[in-house]
């Protein structure tokens, strides 16, 4: 009888894993590397390289400026329509452009002017850096007396939930959160917090960057009014694909773009001198979009889609519970330590392990040892499961791996190295 | 003896161009296809499909996440310092980064608040309407008593210098111009209207885009102090293409990204909670870059670069003039009008022709005739010499269509049409 420390047990579990064969999908050229990191960079789908050679040989070389009649104008809608059956919301609900940054600056702007008076925005310690720059930068250039709440996480795991509901009141312009946190993988209750927000009358914007793909999603249900989210992490778009974003639809047309680009202009090739929204979700596109990397967002979100949301977060839970189990039979014991919620209802698909060695362990997991996490500060190695594509065996050589790099010393060379994008 | 209107002529012309063997450098797959859009969609350069294979294939697919440290992370700057080179700019005075009119926000928003106490913008009716709607949703957006004064041209082809100069006060706090504006092709002096900002203490933004590949720009000669521009245009780029920005080095760390994106942020992987922003341009950035978009412009960057604007800009002269002698001989007899500049040093590199059918003229070229020019309201037929592959040839061609469109009464079966992108 296998217990879950022998390989074949791993291999009994994708024995039985009906999405097994999504693995088939992907390109895959060194089978000795452990790819953990879908969660920074997804996998190329097969269907892609396809895609790409087609759309840069024949729909630019040879359809030239053709192009954008035949497909290229549609793709923020189209693609976003495709991205809504994830995430819960109707297609004229979501559309694609910019990056998440970028998204998610036009949204503060929007809240904040469509909340006058009201100055605070309302956010946690454990949300993405990148998305404090945005608010920062917004209430910077706006001058106005807004001001950033931050609510801290007392373990730096677990979302302050308590400290939020605190801080909410008739001064609250907006919440934003990350639906599942970058660095623990905490995950918040959508619903719950959208419904405390508007009971003081604030409004709320989700990212969704690290559950879109990998956790169900009901946006419109829970009454949130905007998210934005990032297609190169789970959904498999490519290196810094075009992002998404999504305004419930009876919103749409009172919130404002401030940046009033052509693409959200109510009749492009009029080349009128004043701007007139286009109707709709349409008039939060900004410039001309990157067609290539924008196209290639598509097979990836098709192959989600065919796996099917609840499949993928059945067997997504079933692998972190899984990396969970042999974390404490196998690398507890060597001093790493678990920097993620034990309860899966409240996490998302990556499992975060700290260890006082942990940026020389990254380093020897990547440069000797044929494991691609990555690092997060101070000491925390991120490993993220993505359902579509990591098998059972995977997750096991990965902590075999892991158990190997502090028996061996590995991290020792590497004690001076400053941390890096993986 | 041959006359400019004998094909012979042209073909004589194409034998003596020194620049002729880069029209190999480009697919071509429809001999037939006169293609005049090259300022729209610039061609697709050969060497970029095997660029957008390795792309997708080996360093997204195989390489996955170490694609970043393995050359990712530099392209915004490297392909900027290459721009660069064209612009008349130092190597770190030029950056990639989102769309033209994302970059026009993020100057615009910068300008103003370097110039407090200032309330106008000063623009043209003949600036792209994509820029006029950025800075009306910038002063929307602020709303603090900003406004935007637009100087009109007379004849809707050349550039209102005197009114501008009229118009520029100590009130001004930005004068922000197309260099070369997108439909007749009317060429502004940087240097004179550069100066003549400045001496009111007024700062400048040039737009690029329709100059950018094809016309001597001298930026840091002349004093201005900010730019965006176009990837896809001239610079053969890709559809929606990032676009470039320039900012003077003296001014990089004066001004303040209002989108204050984690690219730009100082030190990207410590992802501190307070946003610090990068030295010199690189906190121009926002979010995460559409890297196969991106990169795939250095291809066509590279061959302007080996070609010589100065080069390119006697051959673009030469065939604009080519083009007015033919128009004036074969087509204005069939009520074609010159709607560009007759003074080549006042000229771009596209000539417009204004025609009563212009719309049905257009939409035969493209359905029945062989020819791609691209239209713009109301009447205006825009033909783009990308001197890079346009031969004098191609030139002579068009002419001959445009002519038959006329003769042939090609236009009457498309009067009821309305203008696409084409």
């Known amino acids: 009888m296998t217990t879950p420390t022998d390989a074949t047990y791993a291999d009994q579990l994708d024995a039985t894993d009906d999405l097994a064969g999504f693995r088939q999908a992907f390109v895959n050229d060194d089978p ?218 009876d919103l749409q047309e009172q919130l404002v773009n401030p940046i009033a680009g052509w693409m959200g202009q109510r009749n492009l090739f009029d080349f009128d001198l004043a701007y007139q929204p286009a109707p709709g979700l349409r008039q939060f596109l900004t410039g001309t979009p990157p067609v290539v990397s924008l196209a290639l967002i598509e097979p990836g979100v098709d192959l989600l889609l065919a796996a099917g949301i609840e499949r993928l977060r059945a067997k997504s839970v079933a692998q972190t519970e899984y990396l969970i189990e042999l974390w404490q039979q196998r690398l507890a014991p060597l001093g790493y330590t678990l920097n993620s919620p034990r309860d899966p209802a409240r996490r998302g698909s990556h499992i975060s392990l700290g260890h006082p060695e942990g940026l020389g362990i990254d380093l020897a997991l990547i440069n000797e040892l044929g494991v691609l996490p990555d690092f997060r500060t101070p000491d925390n190695i991120r490993l993220g499961i993505a359902p579509l594509y990591t098998s059972f065996r995977d997750i096991h050589t990965a902590v075999e791996r892991l158990a190997q790099a502090v028996t061996e010393q590995r991290y020792l060379k590497y004690r001076d190295h400053r941390p890096t994008v993986t």
Chains 1, 2 share one sequence.
Not at 53 to 70: F, K, T, Y
Not at 127 to 150: K, R, T, V, W
């Open 32 to 249: 000795h590397l452990i790819y953990l990191d879908g969660n920074s960079l997804g996998r190329l789908p097969r269907a892609t390289t396809d895609l790409a050679a087609d759309l840069v040989r024949r729909q630019w070389g040879s359809r030239l400026i053709r192009g954008w009649n035949e497909g290229w104008f549609d793709l923020p809608e189209r693609i976003g329509a495709k991205i809504a059956r994830l995430i819960g919301a109707d297609p004229d609900e979501v559309i694609v452009a910019d990056s998440t940054s970028v998204n998610l600056f036009k949204l503060i702007i929007a809240a904040l002017r469509a909340r006058p008076g009201r100055e605070r925005i309302i956010s946690d310690d454990l949300n993405f850096p990148s998305d404090l720059y945005i608010i920062q930068g917004a209430i910077d250039m706006l001058g106005a007396g807004h001001e950033i709440a931050l609510a801290y996480s007392s373990d730096g795991i677990h979302g302050p939930v308590e400290t939020i509901l605190g801080l909410l009141d008739q001064t609250t312009a907006l919440l934003t959160l990350s639906h599942v946190t970058f660095k623990s993988g905490f995950l918040y209750d959508i619903n719950a917090l959208t419904a405390a927000a508007h009971a003081v009358g604030a409004l709320t914007i989700w990212d969704l960057s690290h559950s879109v793909g990998v956790v169900p999603i009901h946006l419109k249900e829970s009454g949130a009014d905007m998210a934005v989210g990032c297609c190169y992490k789970y959904l498999n778009g490519g290196p810094g694909a075009p992002a998404f974003l999504y305004i419930r639809r």
